[in-house]
């Protein structure tokens, strides 16, 4: 079965710092992996997927992620922290079209704080 | 534009009153769900539906139905309300094979 953890539930960064949410997922077959943000009273947003493609995927806003096989994990990184930045952010893994129910399966969030 | 639609918005209602939820999609989605978030629980899933005329439970079916009888359209339907569906529900669809998905602006619903 496939599940998704993501380490912290509240991350807090200054503003210009370097942004680290981690993802570690759990999957039977290869995965597709998501990002996803949401803004204060907003529903969510994709920031970046992994298909299976390039380990290293780039997504909106200058968010990036990599896939790590090897250590089950789809860390999200952003070099420089922007206060627009502050909000929640979900990782998520899909076992692709085909599977039986296809859901998605989330991660229980992360909230990133954004001080000046 | 393409996306997913949401009504009502808000809504607060009291125990036992039936309510829908209606949720429209403009991308021609063969796949679409619902999910509901809880504060720590994250998103979890109550139905998804692969088609017209196919629906199928989720991880938290309990006390919601629903119904595609067209492909744009899959409301949720509280039969009876009780306060433990307080939630925020988010209606999602998907194209292609990927797992992508998109999702409305989110319905925060509150039962008395």
């Known amino acids: 079965a496939q599940s998704v953890t993501q380490l912290g539930s509240h991350v807090s960064v200054s503003e210009g710092a370097l942004v680290l949410l981690r993802c570690n997922y759990s999957?039977?077959?290869?995965?597709?992996l998501f990002w996803y943000v949401q803004y204060p009273n907003q529903g969510l947003q994709l920031l970046l997927k992994?298909?299976?493609?390039?380990?290293l995927v780039k997504g909106i806003n200058g968010f990036e992620a990599e896939f790590k096989k090897s250590e089950t994990s789809f860390h999200l990184t952003k070099p420089s922290a922007h206060m627009s930045d502050a909000a929640e952010y979900f990782c998520?893994?899909?076992?692709?079209?085909?599977?039986?129910?296809?859901?998605?399966?989330f991660g229980k969030g992360t909230t990133l704080s954004v001080s000046s | 534009e393409a996306q997913v639609t949401q009504n009502p918005r808000y809504l607060i209602t009291v125990t036992g009153k039936k309510l829908t939820v209606t949720c429209s999609q403009n991308?021609?989605?063969?796949?679409m769900s619902w999910y509901r978030q809880d504060p720590g629980l994250g998103l979890r899933q109550i139905y998804y539906s692969m088609n017209v005329e196919v629906t199928d439970k989720g991880d938290v079916p309990e006390g919601y139905k629903v119904s595609r009888k067209e492909k744009r359209n899959f409301p949720l339907i509280l039969e009876s309300p009780s306060p433990n569906q307080t939630s925020l529900y988010f209606c999602?669809?998907?194209?292609?094979?990927?797992?992508?998905?998109?999702f409305g602006p989110g319905t925060r619903l509150t039962v008395t």
């Open positions: 998520a893994v899909s076992e692709g079209f085909n599977q039986a129910g296809t859901a998605l399966i």
């Open positions: 991308m021609n989605h063969e796949y």
């Open positions: 999957s039977s077959v290869p995965p597709y």
């Open positions: 992994y298909t299976s493609a390039a380990t």
């Open positions: 999602a669809s998907r194209g292609g094979r990927v797992g992508e998905q998109y």
